[in-house]
């Protein structure tokens, strides 16, 4: 059986640079080890592990809409990923608590990671 295809955004391409520079900057994670995981993350993407769908205005207009319930605690970059989820028909894995519970009570598929 074939493995799911991955699929990312350019969204997921900077908060991935920004996490592991948050990792560097608080001790973490040494700056050759972020660099590493740059370098695989882009020979990834080059050798075709995922599949890159772009982020279109129609994603902006649902995050919106969910923030605007004024019922979640949606934050701006987390409500972005589940529209492009919730859209492409994929299921969006994290391992923040808060983002998987968002995407659970707006019917988003998720899958949390836990350590």
Same mark, same amino acid.
């Given at each position: ?5 991955? #699929? ?5 391409? #900077?908060?991935?640079?920004? &996490?592991?520079?948050? !990792? ?7 700056? /050759?080890?972020?660099? /590493?995981?740059?370098?695989?993350? %882009? &020979? %990834? ?18 995050? !919106? ?32 608590? !808060?983002? &998987? ?9 998720? !899958?949390?990671?836990?350590?």
């Amino acid at each position: 059986m074939r493995a799911p295809q991955l #699929v990312i955004s350019a969204l997921v391409e #900077v908060e991935f640079a920004s &996490a592991l520079g948050r !990792r560097v900057r608080v001790g973490d994670l040494n700056a /050759a080890s972020a660099r /590493a995981a740059l370098t695989q993350f %882009h &020979a %990834h993407q080059s050798e075709g592990f995922y599949r890159l769908i772009p982020i279109e205005r129609s994603h902006f207009d649902r995050a !919106r809409r969910w923030i605007e319930t004024l019922r979640t605690p949606l934050r701006t970059l987390d409500a972005l990923h589940l529209a492009l989820a919730a859209d492409s028909g994929s299921v969006l894995i994290t391992a923040d608590v !808060r983002l &998987a519970r968002a995407a659970s009570s707006l019917r988003v598929r998720r !899958r949390l990671l836990r350590a």
